[in-house]
């Protein structure tokens, strides 16, 4: 069986690879980068990766954006997203729960531990 692939989507580049090194190396998985919301949107319609971490918080268009366009789209629909996020409010949170999402990562996180928590969200 291949490795999973997660699709990272986030306007950081520094931040994209510390979250591809851990990834690849402590979770095993095959990671693909989208630098924008855009970008990201296309590799989900053409890889249609096991998962996705997406940043809330992008400029263009926010996480929040490319998650609706994500939800409805039926080749999209069922990969599950984790959001990656500063805005860790309870508000924030219930709004996040109510929208579907698999679940959320504060930044900052501890990269040690990323692979576990994406693990444990995913049931991996």
């Given amino acids: 069986m291949s490795a999973k ?11 994209c690879s510390v979250i591809q090194a851990c990834l690849e190396h402590l979770g095993g998985w095959a990671v693909l980068i989208a630098r924008n919301g855009n970008e990201g949107l296309l590799i989900a319609q053409t890889q249609l990766p096991d998962a996705i971490l997406l940043d809330v918080m ?15 789209n039926a080749a999209t629909r069922m990969i599950p997203v984790i959001f990656l996020t500063a805005k ?3 508000l924030d ?10 679940g959320v990562i504060a930044k900052p996180f501890d990269p040690l531990k990323l692979a576990q928590q994406v693990a444990e969200i995913l049931r991996w």
């Fill in 88 to 90: 860790v409010q309870a």
């Fill in 58 to 72: 992008m400029p263009d268009m926010d996480g929040l954006t490319l998650f609706s366009l994500l939800q409805n």
């Fill in 93 to 102: 949170l219930s709004e996040f729960a109510d929208l579907g999402v698999a």
């Fill in 5 to 15: 692939q997660i699709l990272v989507i986030d306007d950081e580049k520094n931040l």
